[in-house]
């Protein structure tokens, strides 16, 4: 059975920092994609930042650049996010997904992606 367990998330003020960690289980995640997903009330999910297996190579929305920072380890079939400088409209669920085994390549299309975690709440005050 495979499990994908967030956490690092929790209520903080504008301009502080987090760091999420995403523990993949069931599943090695050498070879998939991987990345960290957002949803706020009202909105639809959007992806944040995402991270290729081929090359490392990495996507962030336009909207996190320079603040955020998607990493990986394979060894700890783990993937992470460092949020800097965080702003009220970052609030939401953020969730880290994984594509299927032989997908090396980040895609923005959640439907493309073959695992969820349960998500964790952030949540930054003004």
């Known amino acids: 059975q495979v499990q994908l367990v967030e956490s690092g998330g929790g209520l903080v003020q504008a301009g502080d920092s987090l760091r999420l960690s995403c523990v993949v289980s069931g599943f090695s995640v050498d070879g998939s994609a991987m990345g960290w997903w957002r949803q706020a009330p009202g909105k639809e999910r959007e992806p944040v930042a995402l991270i290729s297996s081929i090359d490392g190579s990495t996507y962030h929305a336009d909207s996190v650049k320079g603040r955020f920072s998607c990493s990986r380890d394979n060894a700890k079939n783990s993937v992470y996010l460092q949020m800097n400088n965080l702003r009220p409209e970052d609030t939401a669920v953020y969730y880290c997904?994984?594509?299927?085994?032989?997908?090396?390549?980040?895609?923005?299309?959640?439907?493309?992606?073959?695992?969820w975690g349960q998500g964790t709440q952030v949540t930054v005050s003004s």
């Open positions: 997904a994984v594509r299927a085994k032989g997908y090396g390549y980040y895609s923005g299309f959640a439907d493309e992606y073959r695992y």
